[in-house]
């Protein structure tokens, strides 16, 4: 798409930082001042860097808004700082009886929206729940969608069908994980009463997106992290949640009383709540490899 940018020449200094922050060299600086270098301009990726790099607020782009770019507060923490703060973090499973108020929900999902995507705009939505009664009634219908699942299971034949359907990794993720999770859940809610799905929690967001839009399930993932980290920077917890999605995404008639369309995924869950216990220690853990090609 072709676009336009509006270059303000008593403002702009022609000292070039946009043409070299810009990632598809679609600027260039002519006669002392920046302008847009033709048969280029359709390249643009609408990433927005141009205008935030500029600081005399000389260019704006056409489709984005400068009202979209507020000033930067220089950040005042050490990178130690940071470092604790995710080593404090931890997947958090055990809540206060206390809601989450829409405030910090909207905060959690504004802070979410600063992660990048393969391609701008965001792909991904978040569907919120922060109602007991809508938490309990999705927790219900994944015990007995799960519940389904493993009798399914348990019977040779549609075990050949869901194997057929469904591919041999997700047999694989079943057979070794999923499935003996799902099954002490249930039970431990046919005991306990408790839900082993989504932990009580008094929020849950759903980040979802159009299976056409280009590389929505990662886009959708490092939404849910963003929102993970912002979460816990508001004194929140929370827990990533994968046992969620399947069962919407597959399960006829799940998908229409939650407003999501045909073309919908959902990627990922998030419950989040304001956690019951403090940790006192961090745990350290190793990656599965870390190596550089050459030693
Ligand atoms: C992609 C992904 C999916 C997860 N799915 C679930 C889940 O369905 N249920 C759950 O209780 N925890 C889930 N978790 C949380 C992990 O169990 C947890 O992150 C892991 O045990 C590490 O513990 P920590 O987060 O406390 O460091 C998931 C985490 C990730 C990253």
């Given at each position: 798409m072709t676009r336009a940018y509006r270059i303000d020449a008593k403002l702009?200094?022609?000292?070039?930082l946009c043409v070299a922050v810009c990632p598809k060299r679609v600027l260039e600086i002519a006669e002392g001042k920046a302008r847009a270098v033709e048969g280029r301009v359709?390249?643009?990726?609408?990433?927005g860097q141009c205008m935030a790099v500029c600081v005399h607020d000389a260019i704006e782009v056409e489709?984005?808004?400068?009202?979209?770019?507020p000033p930067l507060r220089r950040h005042a923490f050490a990178p130690e700082d940071f470092e604790t703060f995710l080593a404090e973090r931890r997947s958090v499973r055990t809540f206060k009886d206390q809601p989450v108020s829409r405030e910090l929900l909207e905060r959690i999902a504004r802070a979410a929206a600063f992660a990048p995507m393969g391609?701008?705009?965001?792909s991904t939505s978040i569907l919120i729940f922060d109602r007991r009664e809508d938490l309990d009634r999705l927790a219900a219908e994944l015990r007995r969608g799960y519940g389904k699942l493993l009798d399914m299971y348990r019977n040779p034949f549609l075990r050949l069908i869901i194997r057929l359907k469904r591919g041999a990794e997700t047999m694989h993720a079943m057979r070794t994980h999923v499935l003996q999770i799902v099954e002490e859940d249930n039970e431990r809610f046919r005991e306990?009463?408790?839900?082993?799905?989504?932990?009580?929690?008094?929020a849950l967001l759903l980040f979802h997106a159009n299976?056409?839009?280009?590389?929505y399930q990662e886009n959708a993932m490092l939404v849910a992290a963003y929102a993970m980290l912002e979460a816990q920077a508001l004194g929140l917890g929370s827990t990533v949640l994968s046992i969620v999605p399947p069962l919407i995404n597959n399960?006829?008639?799940?998908r229409e009383p939650y407003g999501l369309?045909?073309?919908?995924?959902?990627v990922l869950g998030l419950i989040v709540g304001h956690p019951k216990y403090k940790y006192h220690r961090a745990i350290e853990r190793k990656l599965a490899g870390v190596r550089y090609l050459r030693p």
């Open positions: 702009c200094r022609g000292d070039g359709r390249h643009c990726l609408l990433c489709g984005l808004s400068r009202a979209d770019f391609f701008p705009p965001h306990r009463g408790e839900d082993g799905y989504l932990y009580g929690a008094p299976r056409w839009s280009v590389a399960m006829p008639g799940m369309g045909q073309d919908d995924v959902v």
